[in-house]
């Protein structure tokens, strides 16, 4: 150990010792960075008003009253079901316009890209009250109809992203064969080009799922009532006092995230990319 | 060049094609427009009306007149200016340590920066308002280790409001940093050794300029991101941190007031942009938006 403190760290002068507080401090930053959402995880189990850790008697009481109440149920529904027709209106909706703005090679193509990434760089208070403000307008406040438009709107710019950069490690001359051979311009995209993007188009789909699933803002102001989401209660919850039930619900949430994510992580061949 | 007997139909079919392809932009252009541009149009519009609905400029005036605002555009700044220097202050030191170890070490420890990334806003900030409150972790932790004896108000303040959005805000600082730092050739500095320079001139005169774009782009991107931020603010500020956003909200949840929260989101949005503008200048702002995906 005294060896190694004395070690220059780089072929420059520096020894590991006197860059000691650098580890050190950068050990702590990462610890910060992970263990407040980790720490939620067993706090949720505990038996106590107080969410202690480590808790002094386990109980599964904050799920209990999770799973046993009506109206957290209900918005768990809403935001599943928003999430998912989220991610399958987005998905070839972002698909299509990230093809064709990469196929067409447009000369106005970059104002074209920065208006259906509008959605990620507007303040999304502005977005929400804008939305809402529509809504009433069009008599679409509260309706599941509503929520997914808007949430498609905010999740079109991401699966655009992830599948534009996958395009632009594509050959497009692959499909210039596929054309040259007698397929259609749908054929070639479906049996050439889709293939190739299959995993970017399904990370995609799973960030347009969360985008949906996570957001707050826009459904504070457009979803209520029965279509109220599992987000917007929370928030509601928050502002009031400190639920451990939302303990429980955001273990929960973790949990599935989690499992969404690796499932991307394995779900493509490795060879993209 | 002598046309080929085809040339027009090869013309004409190739204007199909890239008008097809171009209509394939068209319904996610569409949605955009309805549910985006047109309904954030409107409120530039709101926003330029007295309440008896004849143009006047009313809103903005009283912006400009009114104390409260200006105290709202103070914390907004405030809060935004100190979470973007903690997040320097904690995040470059990270990177560097990031960027001087192997790669596949890095790789592992870029784990603790992703991963908040992935877990829900809500989470988080939940998870931050357990730990902070009178009689939670912290506290509770402090007072048994007898660092403090009354439990200290960690949260529904200024404190709680900047732990909850370095928190957020530091992975957006910390990925265009690191790339930039991981980027640079360490053969300069041992050039700076060799030509007599000590380890502290030569990180101050060779790495820092060096590694000065992702440091700009990151911390530009922090400060955007926390201008227009609401939700960790509303709750670990408790209702005494207003921010923009949040008085957005409250003039429409409470006041029912679409011209005074328009002007505000207009103002808003013309500050992003110029901000966003200037960071164009200085950086290029592809490799912000699409740095990701890569």
Not at chain 1, 68 to 91: N, Y
Not at chain 2, 208 to 222: D, S
Not at chain 2, 246 to 260: H, L, M, T
């Amino acid at each position: 150990m005294k060896r190694w403190l004395q070690q220059s760290a780089t072929d420059t002068q520096i020894t590991h010792g006197a860059r000691l507080w650098l580890y050190v401090l950068a050990v702590v930053v990462m610890v910060l960075l992970v263990l407040p959402t980790l720490l939620v995880i067993p706090m949720s189990f505990s038996a106590s008003q107080y969410l202690e850790f480590p808790p002094r008697q386990w109980s599964l009481r904050w799920y209990q009253s999770y799973f046993s109440s009506t109206s957290w149920m209900q918005a768990t529904g809403t935001s599943l079901k928003a999430a998912l027709m989220t991610a399958v209106l987005s998905t070839p909706l972002a698909t299509m316009a990230a093809y064709g703005l990469h196929a067409s090679r447009l000369r106005h193509a970059k104002w074209l890209t920065l208006l259906l990434l509008a959605p990620m760089v507007v303040p999304v208070i502005l977005i929400g009250i804008g939305v809402f403000y529509a809504y009433v307008k069009l008599k679409l406040v509260n309706s599941m109809l509503g929520l997914v438009l808007a949430h498609s709107m905010l999740a079109i710019p991401v699966v655009m992203l992830v599948v534009g950069s996958a395009l632009r490690t594509f050959d497009m001359d692959q499909e210039r064969v596929a054309r040259s051979l007698g397929a259609s311009p749908i054929q070639a995209f479906m049996r050439v080009t889709l293939p190739q993007i299959k995993f970017s188009v399904v990370t995609g789909a799973v960030l347009a799922f969360l985008t949906s699933f996570d957001e707050i803002i826009v459904s504070l102001f457009v979803s209520g009532g029965a279509n109220s989401t599992l987000t917007r209660n929370m928030f509601n919850a928050l502002r009031d006092q400190v639920d451990p039930t939302i303990a429980a619900i955001s273990t929960l949430i973790v949990a599935v995230t989690s499992l969404l994510l690796v499932f991307t992580q394995f779900a493509g061949p490795r060879k993209e990319k | 060049m002598t046309a080929l007997p085809n040339t027009r139909e090869l013309r004409r079919s190739a204007l199909f094609e890239r008008l097809g392809l171009i209509g394939l932009v068209a319904p996610a252009l569409l949605l955009i427009l309805v549910t985006m541009v047109l309904p954030v149009g409107w409120l530039f519009y709101l926003s330029v009306l007295s309440d008896s609905g004849a143009f006047s400029l009313e809103h903005y005036q009283r912006m400009w007149e009114h104390p409260s605002y200006g105290r709202t555009f103070w914390t907004t700044f405030q809060v935004s200016f100190l979470t973007t220097a903690l997040c320097i202050l904690l995040g470059y030191p990270l990177c560097y340590f990031l960027s001087e170890i192997p790669k596949r070490a890095a790789n592992l420890c870029m784990i603790a920066v992703l991963l908040p990334l992935w877990t829900s806003l809500l989470v988080r900030t939940y998870a931050w308002l357990v730990l902070l409150q009178r009689r939670g972790l912290i506290n509770n932790w402090g007072i048994e280790l007898g660092l403090w004896d009354e439990p200290l108000a960690l949260v529904h303040n200024l404190t709680g409001t900047l732990i909850g959005t370095v928190h957020v805000m530091l992975p957006f600082l910390v990925l265009p940093l690191y790339s930039s730092m991981r980027a640079i050739d360490r053969n300069y500095l041992r050039a700076a050794a060799n030509l007599g320079a000590g380890p502290l001139r030569s990180f101050w005169l060779v790495f820092f300029p060096l590694a000065m774009p992702g440091l700009v782009t990151g911390a530009l991107i922090v400060f955007i991101l926390c201008l227009g931020f609401y939700v960790t603010p509303a709750v670990l500020g408790g209702g005494k941190v207003i921010m923009v956003s949040s008085r957005i909200a409250n003039d429409i949840e409470i006041f029912f007031n679409w011209g005074a929260a328009s002007a505000l989101g207009v103002v808003l949005l013309v500050l992003t942009v110029l901000l966003m503008l200037a960071a164009g200048r200085l950086v290029r702002m592809d490799t912000v938006l699409g740095g990701q995906g890569k």
